[in-house]
């Protein structure tokens, strides 16, 4: 049996096919890489998204303390002055008022991280020199 012959035609388009073939090949491994990038980058923006969230709650718990601690203050404020008259009562208050300050203060304490400690020597402040004054 006798194979074919082909025209130079027919070898021009075997050869563009197979090039086509290739080129979408190579279009399709480019296109996996950038599938697998977009997943990524999904997976990196949801705990992005769940990070967020959790400063967002922080931040809506600070702002709370915040504004017990005002309310605290200008509650006993305001009953400080309405019983300035009634020295027991002030008294009481003025207890009232320590116990919160001071519950205050440690939970500030607690959750303020110490500050790093410096490896620079300190600098002596330079006091201050008066004109000479002029000679005669």
Same mark, same amino acid.
Request: glycine share 2%; hydrophobic share 50%.
């Given at each position: 049996?006798?194979?074919? +012959?082909? *025209? +130079?035609?027919? #070898?021009?388009?075997?050869?563009?096919?197979?090039?086509?073939?290739?080129?979408?090949? $190579?279009?399709?491994?480019?296109?996996?890489?950038? !599938? =697998? +990038?977009?997943?990524?980058?999904?997976?990196?923006?949801?705990?992005? &998204?769940?990070?967020? @969230? =959790?400063?967002? $709650?922080?931040?809506?718990?600070?702002? $709370? !303390?915040?504004?017990?601690?005002?309310?605290?203050? $200008?509650?006993? &404020? %305001?009953?400080?002055?309405?019983?300035?008259?009634?020295?027991?009562?002030? @008294?009481?208050? #003025?207890?009232?008022?320590?116990?919160?300050?001071? %519950?205050?203060? #440690?939970?500030?304490?607690?959750? *303020?991280? &110490?500050?790093?400690? @410096? *490896? @620079?020597?300190?600098?002596?402040?330079?006091?201050?020199?008066?004109? #000479? &004054?002029?000679?005669?």
């Amino acid at each position: 049996m006798q194979m074919p +012959h082909l *025209t +130079h035609f027919q #070898a021009f388009l075997c050869l563009v096919l197979i090039f086509i073939f290739v080129w979408m090949v $190579t279009i399709d491994l480019k296109l996996s890489k950038v !599938v =697998k +990038h977009q997943k990524l980058i999904e997976r990196l923006l949801n705990i992005m &998204a769940l990070d967020f @969230s =959790k400063l967002q $709650t922080a931040v809506a718990n600070e702002v $709370t !303390v915040e504004q017990s601690a005002i309310t605290l203050i $200008t509650t006993i &404020a %305001g009953e400080i002055a309405a019983n300035a008259n009634d020295q027991q009562t002030v @008294s009481d208050l #003025a207890d009232k008022l320590n116990q919160a300050a001071a %519950g205050l203060s #440690a939970a500030i304490t607690a959750n *303020t991280p &110490a500050a790093p400690a @410096s *490896t @620079s020597t300190p600098v002596a402040p330079v006091p201050p020199t008066s004109p #000479a &004054a002029p000679t005669a």
